[in-house]
């Protein structure tokens, strides 16, 4: 199918011969958009031998920036070296002697193949900078954060699915070198002289490899740097991780501060963990009402309740009541977890057949199919709206 700019007395039959019937003809610039618009899979224009140069040109200007896969090819009855001259530069793809049906019909397969190669490199560019951000956020310290940011991390690095980082965003108290038994050579701290003007190669030189296809960013080593790590600042460095891995895991506080926010607001998913008792219960439940208030889409939450198996006289059940939505990962509790972490060897790298290891590469395998980011529909709220709503602090 293309669309043909002209007059319609004069060329439809012409036209409809050449190609085929396959031809939508218009013959205003008003009608052209329309068809356009209607059309968004369109990628030939044909415009006519009595449309005007520069009507012709500023069609091919617009749709060049607008649309690149839209090939248009003019139609001339005489062609002229500065009429075609202008006609290429405006961004026509090719100029056809009107009358020759034999070159109108190889000028359109060339342009279609442009198309289609430029359609598939908009496919490609389109998914980068798509990598998957996940956040593993819990009020309640000691809830078990680092322990599955750590794993989830390891787990999403043994799926083979892509390159992940570790990004430890617990600024003062971050214990992700710990967990996972790394120098703290390089922190985010050193990017504090780069804010405003970092780039790969500067986040590159803050990242740690931890295996083949796992690197972490830590945390700063002085907790005193903490607040220099704005939210302006982490809204730069995960902008450039999703970038340039394929999976982010944030590691984050026990706090909702700015930080976290702009964590909420870049992240796919929300790994929101809890554990059996009545304080982290409450957090919970608070946490949970403010994701709400915020605007937060729910398709984003992931409920994962924490040592589910500890005998403590609350059981999952009792959660689900209280926070009225189903817990989607229930992780044991053993203590095989603090040996891994003392070991600094995540337990799912380790031992992938453990009961904690299956739950949380069950977790890895649901982020690595959902490779599309959050639907249209999945938006959120304006910053300007966040911030009224925001009040209760957890
Ligand atoms: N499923 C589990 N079974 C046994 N021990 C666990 C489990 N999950 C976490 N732990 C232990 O609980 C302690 C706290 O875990 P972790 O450091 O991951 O919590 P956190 O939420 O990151 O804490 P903080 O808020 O201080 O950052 C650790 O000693 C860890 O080994
Ligand atoms: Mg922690």
């Known amino acids: ?46 415009i006519g031998p009595d449309v005007q140069l520069d009507v012709a040109s500023d069609v091919a200007e617009r749709y060049r920036l607008e649309r690149p896969s ?36 190889q000028a359109c397969t060339r342009s279609l193949a442009v198309s289609r190669q430029l359609r598939h490199l908009e496919a490609r560019s389109g ?77 590159r030189s803050m990242v740690i490899p931890v295996s083949d296809r796992l690197d972490v960013m830590l945390a700063p080593t002085q907790p005193a740097d903490a607040e220099f790590v704005t939210a302006g600042l982490i809204d730069e460095v995960l902008s450039l991780l999703a970038e340039m891995y394929d999976y982010v895991v944030i590691d984050s506080p026990p706090a909702f ?3 976290v926010l702009k964590c909420f607001d870049m992240a796919d998913t929300y790994v929101l963990l809890t554990a059996l008792d009545m304080l982290a219960l409450k957090n919970f439940k608070v946490t949970l009402d403010t994701l709400d208030a915020l605007g937060y889409p729910r398709a ?20 689900e009541h209280v926070i009225g939505l189903p817990i989607q990962v229930r992780l044991p ?32 395998q649901t982020e690595a199919t959902m490779s599309d980011r959050a639907s249209a529909a999945d938006t959120l709220p304006s910053a300007r709206r966040r911030h009224r709503l925001f009040s209760p602090r957890v």
């Open 333 to 364: 509790s053993s203590k095989d977890v603090p040996a891994s972490i003392n070991k600094g060897r995540p337990l799912v790298q380790d031992n992938p057949k453990h009961p904690f290891s299956r739950e949380v590469l069950a977790l890895a």
């Open 257 to 259: 501060n700015d930080g």
């Open 1 to 46: 199918m293309s669309i043909v700019l002209g007059d319609l007395n004069r060329d439809v039959e012409r036209f409809r011969l050449t190609l085929a019937d396959d031809v939508v003809m218009v013959e205003t610039l008003q009608s052209l958009t329309g068809a356009l618009d209607e059309r968004p899979d369109e990628d030939l224009v044909i």
């Open 127 to 203: 998914d980068a900078g798509h990598g998957r951000v996940v956040l593993v956020f819990g009020a309640k310290g000691g809830c078990g954060k680092t322990t599955l940011a750590t794993n989830l991390a390891a787990g999403l690095a043994s799926l083979d699915s892509g390159r992940v980082c570790l990004v430890d965003l617990n600024l003062e108290f971050g214990d992700v070198a710990i967990a996972m038994q790394v120098e703290p050579t390089r922190t985010i701290s050193d990017a504090l002289g780069m804010q405003g003007g970092l780039d790969r190669d500067g986040v």
């Open 70 to 105: 839209l090939g248009v090819i003019l139609l001339r009855r005489r062609i002229e070296v500065q009429s075609m001259a202008e006609a290429l530069r405006s961004g026509i793809r090719e100029v056809v002697p009107a009358d020759d049906a034999e070159a109108l019909l």
């Open 300 to 319: 984003r939450w992931r409920v994962v309740l924490n040592r589910y198996d500890s005998h403590v006289g609350l059981t999952a059940e009792d959660i």
